[in-house]
Each structure stands twice: as C-alpha cells, then as structure tokens.
C-alpha cells in the first residue's frame, strides 16, 4: 500500500468515528429504546402490525439535565380523571367505513347506526338551539332506543348526501332534508319532522325584489343539489338581469357570503337563515317563497323494518321546536321535551375550543338534562344583565352562567339552587403592583359591572374607604374581559372571584390577586325563577347526589386547576446534536408529510414538553397532545406511544394544511395557519381571517394582520360576529410566536452544531497532517474514484 492510499485510508477513519460513535449513541438514546405502551414493553405499529420490543431504561444525562428526557416503562400513566373526548362523530373520509345496504335487522348485526350529516349544518357554535341540532340528537336518541351505537357522519358537501346513503356508506340522512317528488324517487323518507319555508336572502340594504327591480349586475347563488336550484331556475326566468349561479359552496357559506357583501343573494330554508342570523345581524328576508315544504329523515329503498322503527320513534319523539316564551315548571318543560339552558359564551361556560363544545357549566347541564330525560337547548345571553331579564322573560328555564347569589337577584324573583362553588372575592391588579391593606385602595379606581354581585361588593368597600374610585364597565364585557383590559393597563383594579383569576392566570401571569375583600358569602348557583318550585326541587336532588359532587370536582380540576397552558422556553441543544429524545421519529415522518421536522420538534416542545405521558386540562394526551377523537379519525388510538403520538399529530398537521391550500398563501403563512388551527382550532383561524379582510388587513398573512385579527376574538363586538364565537385570541397568538422563535433557535444551534463538528473534524486531521484542507481532501478523493 502506497503512502497516499495510507493516507486516504487513516483520514476515512477519522471522519467515520464521530460517526461510528453517534450510531452507538443513537441505539442507545430515548429515539428508538423508548416506544412504550400502556402496560408492556411490547408495541404493534398501527400501520404495519407488526410488534417490536422497546426499552426506556438508557435515557442520556445529558437530556435528562436538558429537561429532555422520555418516559420509562415502569412511569405510571393514569387517565384523566373525566372520559376522554370520543363523540362518535367523524368526517365521512376519516371514518373506518363499511357497505351495508340491508334492512334493520342488517343494521343491528353491525351494531352501529351511522347518520348522514351536511357539515355546513352544524359547523358553527350556536347561540341557541336549531332544527338540525333537534333532528341530529333525536336521530342519536332513536339509535340508542334501537340498541344502537350512534355514529356521525359528515359529508363535505349536500350532494354527497343521497349517494352515500344508496351506496350503503351510511344508514340514515338526518340533514332538515326538504321533501321532493325527485328526491323520492331514490329514497324513502320517514314521517314529516318540521315543515318550513324557502327564503330569498338578501343584506338589509337591499330594497325587496319586485318586477321592476334594478337587477343588473346581481348575482344568485345557490348550492348544488338543493332543493333550492330547481326553484331558483324557474325564479331567475323572471328576472333576466339577474345572473344565476349553482356552485359547490355549501349553503351555509352562500348566506355568510351575502352577509359579508361577496354577494348579492342566495336562496335557503327558514332553518339555515335563522343559524347564519345569530351570528350575521345584517341580513333579511327579501322574499318568503309562499308554498310550506316539509322536511323529513331519509333512507334507502326497500327497508320497511327501519322506516317502520322510524316513523313510530318520530311518532312518540317532539322533534319541533317552539320559539314562543314560556314560565311554565318542570311539568310543562317535561311535555315539550326539552330544558333551555341559559348562559353566556365564555371560557368557563360555554365556548368552542378545537372545534368542541366545552365549559363547565355546559357539563353540568348535560349531565342535569340527561337525568332528567330532557334534551338540553343552549340559549347565549348577550350581556351579563340579560342573564336575569330573560329568564325572567321565559326565554330560558334555568341560568347556569357562574353567577353569584345576591339578595338583589332574589328580590327580582329568582330562585337559587344550592351552591356549587364558593370562591374569595378579591382586588385584582398588575404583577408590578402591591396593597398592602384596604386603605392602600384609596385613590385608585376599580372597574366593575353594575349588573354583576361584584357591584355590590364596591358600594360596600367604598363606604369602608370612602377615596376609592368605582368606575362602571360596559354590560357586554365579561369578567374575562376585564381582567384583560387591567393586564392591558386600559383599567387600574377591578374586582373579580378567585376562579376568574384562575382561568386568566392559565393564559396570562401579569395579572394577580392585590387584596382579598374577605367576603366569605360568595357563592355560585343555578337560577331559576321563584314560580318554578319542581324545578328548583330537582336543581337541589342533582346537586345533593354524590355522583354530581364527583362530577363537579372533576370538572372544576378541569376547568380551573389544570396544570398551565403556556410552558418554560428552552434554548441548549443536546450534546450529542440532537434537539429532543425524539428526533427520530419526527424525522421519519415529517420526511413522508413533507413538514420541516425542527419545526415540529418546535412543536412538540410547546405541547408537551417533551412528555410523552402529558396529558392536558381537556384530555389531550402525549407527545403532540393529540385529543383521543382527533387520533380515532386519523386512525391512531395509543397516543401515549412517542411514536404513535408523532404519526397522529403529524396526520392531523397534514389534514389542518391542507385547508390552506388553492387559497393564494405562502407555503410560511400556510405552516403558521396550520400551527394555530391546530392550537385553537380550524373555525376560529377562518373567523380570524374574516376578521383581518373587514380590518382591512391581509387575510393571507398570519403575523401582524390575522394573528391581530384573532386576538379581537375575544372582544363581544366582534365575536358575536363570528361564526364560531368567542375566542381566546392571545393563546393561537402566543402560542405561534413561541414556536416560531424555539424553531429559529433549533435552526440556529443545529447549523453552529454542525459547523463545531467540522471544525474539530478538520482540527484532527491538521494535526495528523499540517497541510491537510477538507477541500483538497474532497477533490483527491473525487479523482480516485
């Protein structure tokens, strides 16, 4: 062997050993000893089978000092002490589905009854209850009085509806389904379940549409495979300046478009026009087409035994809806069939938070209604007075919106049930502020409302310190709103319960506790009117069983004692160059969906921390945190596996970016959407991004113009505008942020890793050989081979 062959053969081995030295590591690190299951060491891949042994006993000190370290197999995982989130509800394409074109008794061998759903229908938070929302839980009702196991369907698109239904991918279409001779011909529907009208839906700056109408210029849209098309064909005839249009938007999309000015009309039913109007006020009916049509549920032809089981359910079942007040007691709530729930769309009542209906109140009331074998209507009160006016008014039975007990509520008529959760009262300020004593108020000036028990407890402070300002906030804030505006430094103080404070401090720490006012007398409770006396009687059974004290711990530890939403930052790299125990598994699959992987590493830092056994305040659970009916309609459900973890949020990452595509974004912006989809949910990204054009900033931009448009969402004026409701904005804003700067930071350490790496590489081969450059060392080897 010649000496330069020698040579070659020595720098070889030396560059290979940090190699050589990185693969011994690597076998040994968190990356591949750690996949474990719930119970065993052994894990089955969900997407091959196949099972492989793993260990978690080899974790490196150097993640372990990093704060990056995995879970071993012997770490206890408990569940969350509430059921995790599995709705049985499934986009139609995430669904594992079957063919089944039988009968009823067919049907029961399956043991599932799967109910076809428009998603237009009930994409949105609703303000108060709908015809579709009525027909959908009756439909689950009847699946459960069939001994059925019901499951939720929803098709992208109206049209899918019957297709799916006759091709057997479904066993019923629960969809405000207009009755048609042509739709009778390839289905069969069940008895009448509400009758309605067709709307011409204009803005309410439009003048009615008569013969001598200005129509040129002005379109009319109506969505493909509706009953509305054929009318609207015959309509349109009368009017030949008026440009016709059938499209693949759903109709839902077709009154928001009016309503927002991207067009002029569409044509839907009494159903659709009163969802889109409570949260669109600038809408009207320009013409009510006058023949009634009726609605029904569909089924496929030739299935006597199921239209039979149907027709006598819907028989027995109050599927319409009445929207006339009503006072009367739980006799008269019993012969309607439903109980209305009033209450407000805040954090922690009533909201929509990646894309769920959560709060504890709402909890508390389905729990309330179920016992009682009620259907349970949500009813949002606008302002915090609207609360007392209308219950009063009969438009509610019971008012469930963590609301104090006062003597100035009773002496309106109201009614409490017992109290559910008692909490201190105290003086709420910034963190760089301090009182001492109740003296230290005088001179500063506390915001409250005057609706609120908080009203009462300043008149009280103020005679105790006559130099306290009281200044009154608008109605339509909530205590949340509050709070923020003392964190913005837009108020001094403001009064608010202890459990406020709670649900402000899980997103914010600048706000505090200044005082307690030791009002020990505060406490929460149902309200209900005093002429309700059945009512207020089962109110106090619910509350006294032990089964609902259990529920209320439960939910309380949920909602209000759950562990902190935001998490520390990091910014040391490994040691070894790697960014997280996980690196591996993220490479693998951030390569097959085509996502940068120290970005998602980013990620998955924000999620968990790199817990693999994290489970969040909602029952999220691992690495990705990743909600249990997210992983079922990506097909994942060990979200505790690393591995698992990273291929469902992966999954999940793919579905959310892909809605941004075809819509004139960059792929950045695109990844920065997806990020806060995934953070806060998808209906409340596209709010924002409506909310950014009326502003008019860029709708295609996520930092400085629709991440400013997401945190208004948490503004009255403009969330009862949007279609999903209250949002809150500063999280998906953080939280964007966050990743963003630890993704500049990983990308910055791993390229000075990488140039380190070099360099000692390169001062080895110096010192074996002086003259040595990586540059000529590249070309000899080039020209060899």
Not at 265 to 288: P, R, W
Not at 317 to 331: F, Q
Not at 612 to 621: E, F, I, L, Q, T
Not at 753 to 759: G, V
Request: charged share 30%; net charge negative; aromatic share 10%.
């Amino acid at each position: 062997m010649d000496f330069l062959a020698l040579r070659r053969l020595l720098c070889c081995l030396i560059i290979l050993l940090p190699v050589t030295v990185a693969c011994q590591r690597d076998t040994q690190s968190p990356s591949t000893q750690v996949n474990p299951s719930e119970n065993a060491s052994e894990q089955t891949d969900a997407t091959n089978g196949t099972s492989s042994s793993t260990s978690a006993e080899d974790v490196t000190s150097t993640s372990e000092e990093a704060g990056q370290h995995a879970a071993h197999n012997d770490d206890v995982r408990p569940e969350a002490a509430w059921p995790p989130e599995t709705s049985g509800e499934y986009p139609i394409n995430a669904y594992n589905n079957y063919v089944e074109t039988g009968d009823l008794d067919a049907i029961k061998k399956r043991g599932k009854l799967r109910i076809l759903v428009d998603i237009a229908n009930v994409d949105s938070l609703h303000r108060e209850a709908t015809q579709q929302d009525i027909e959908l839980e009756e439909t689950k009702r009847l699946a459960e009085h069939l001994g059925l196991e019901p499951v939720v369907l929803y098709a992208n698109s109206f049209d899918q509806l019957i297709p799916l239904l006759k091709e057997g991918k479904g066993d019923i279409i629960a969809n405000n389904m207009v009755v048609t001779e042509s739709r009778k011909e390839q289905v069969d529907f069940s008895t009448p379940t509400a009758k309605t009208h067709f709307i011409l839906v204009s803005r309410k700056d439009f003048k009615p549409v008569t013969a001598v109408a200005d129509l040129k210029g002005k379109t009319l849209e109506v969505t493909k495979g509706t009953a509305y098309e054929a009318l609207v064909r015959a309509y349109a005839e009368r009017y030949p300046d008026l440009e016709f249009k059938v499209s693949e938007r759903n109709y839902v999309e077709l009154v928001i478009a009016v309503a927002d000015g991207l067009l002029d009309f569409t044509v839907v039913e009494q159903q659709i026009y009163d969802l889109v109007s409570q949260f669109k006020d600038n809408l009207q009916k320009n013409y009510v087409f006058p023949e009634e049509r009726e609605m029904a549920w569909a089924m496929r032809k030739n299935s006597p035994e199921l239209a039979n089981a149907v027709n006598d359910f819907i028989r027995h079942s109050k599927l319409s809806r009445s929207i006339e007040r009503s006072v009367g007691d739980l006799d008269k709530i019993r012969e309607r069939g439903y109980i209305r729930f009033l209450t407000r769309n805040h954090p922690g009542t009533y909201y929509m938070w990646k894309g769920r209906i959560m709060g504890f109140e709402f909890e508390l009331a389905e729990a309330f209604a179920k016992e009682l074998k009620l259907r349970l209507e949500i009813v949002v009160a606008p302002t915090h007075e609207d609360l007392l006016n209308m219950l009063r008014d009969g438009k509610a039975d019971v008012a469930a919106s963590l609301i104090s007990i006062t003597e100035r509520r009773i002496s309106s008529g109201m009614a409490f049930g017992p109290p559910y959760m008692k909490e201190r009262v105290v003086v709420v300020g910034r963190d760089d502020d301090k009182i001492a004593s109740l003296e230290d108020l005088a001179g500063r000036t506390i915001f409250v409302r005057k609706s609120s028990s908080h009203y009462d407890v300043a008149m009280e402070l103020q005679k105790k310190v006559p130099g306290v300002k009281i200044e009154l906030a608008p109605e339509e804030l909530n205590i949340q709103q509050i709070i923020d505006r003392v964190a913005d430094k837009e108020y001094d103080l403001a009064i608010a319960d202890d459990v406020s404070l709670k649900l402000e401090n899980a997103w914010r720490k600048n706000v505090v506790e200044l005082i307690d006012l030791q009002q020990d007398d505060n406490a929460y409770a149902w309200m209900v009117r005093e002429s309700n006396p059945e009512l207020l009687k089962e109110i106090e059974k619910f509350f006294h069983r032990k089964s609902t004290k259990k529920l209320q711990k439960v939910l309380y530890t949920k909602y209000f004692d759950s562990p902190q939403r935001t998490r520390p930052e990091i910014n040391e790299l490994n040691a070894d160059g790697t960014i997280s125990p996980f690196d591996k598994h993220v490479k693998k699959y951030a390569e097959e969906f085509d996502f940068d992987w120290r970005l998602v590493v980013a990620q998955m830092f924000q999620e968990s921390t790199f817990n693999p056994k994290a489970k969040s305040w909602v029952g999220a659970r691992g690495l990705m945190q990743v909600m249990p009916d997210t992983g079922k309609q990506v097909g994942e459900k060990n979200l505790f596996d690393p591995e698992t973890s990273v291929r469902a949020g992966m999954k999940y990452l793919e579905w959310l970016h892909r809605k941004f595509e075809d819509k004139d974004i960059s792929p950045e912006n695109m990844m920065w959407f997806t990020l806060a989809a995934y953070n806060a949910g998808l209906g409340h990204v596209y709010d924002a991004q409506d909310l950014a054009e009326e502003k008019g900033w860029d709708r295609r931009v996520w930092f400085d113009n629709v991440e400013n448009a997401m945190l208004l969402l948490s503004e009255k004026k403009y969330y009862q505008k949007a279609r999903f409701g209250y949002a809150r904005g500063q999280e998906p804003y953080d939280y964007v942020r966050k990743i963003q700067a630890r993704y500049r930071t990983y990308v910055a350490l791993l390229e000075d890793y990488e140039r380190r790496n070099a360099d000692e590489t390169s001062g080895l081969l110096d010192l074996l050989y002086p003259g040595f450059h990586p540059a000529v060392f590249r070309a000899e080897v080039s020209v060899t081979q």
